[in-house]
């Protein structure tokens, strides 16, 4: 059974840093884009940043771009979410995704994800 587990949420005040990660199990990471989504109260799900299944293309919401980066490592089976200069806008439950297809390109439609984590709550007070 395939499990994502996200951790490293936390408070930060705007101009901070933080890293999530996101811990899957049951299955390699190799060969499977990845996603990180996330969810302000009153909002939907939204798509925040992904990586391409051999690890070598990486895609970002542009409200992210230039102060995200995501990142793999597949001897850990681990995908990070580094977070750079935060926002108070950037508070949110993030979630991290895998899909249950291989070699996908689909890396924003939340859709063609099957295993989602319970989600790390991020604040980034003002």
């Known amino acids: 059974q395939v499990q994502v587990v996200e951790s490293g949420g936390g408070l930060v005040q705007a101009g901070e840093s933080l890293r999530l990660s996101c811990a899957a199990s049951?299955?390699?990471?190799?060969?499977?884009?990845m996603g990180w989504f996330r969810q302000a109260p009153g909002k939907e799900r939204e798509f925040v940043a992904g990586?391409?299944?051999?690890?070598?293309?990486?895609y970002y919401d542009d409200s992210v771009k230039g102060r995200f980066t995501i990142s793999s490592d597949s001897a850990k089976n681990t995908v990070y979410l580094q977070m750079n200069s935060m926002r108070p806008e950037d508070t949110a439950v993030y979630y991290c995704?895998?899909?249950?297809?291989?070699?996908?390109?689909?890396?924003?439609?939340?859709?063609?994800?099957?295993?989602w984590g319970q989600g790390t709550q991020v604040t980034v007070s003002s």
């Open positions: 995704a895998a899909p249950a297809v291989r070699y996908s390109s689909a890396y924003s439609d939340r859709s063609s994800y099957s295993y």
């Open positions: 990586i391409s299944w051999n690890g070598y293309n990486t």
């Open positions: 049951g299955r390699t990471i190799s060969g499977y884009v």
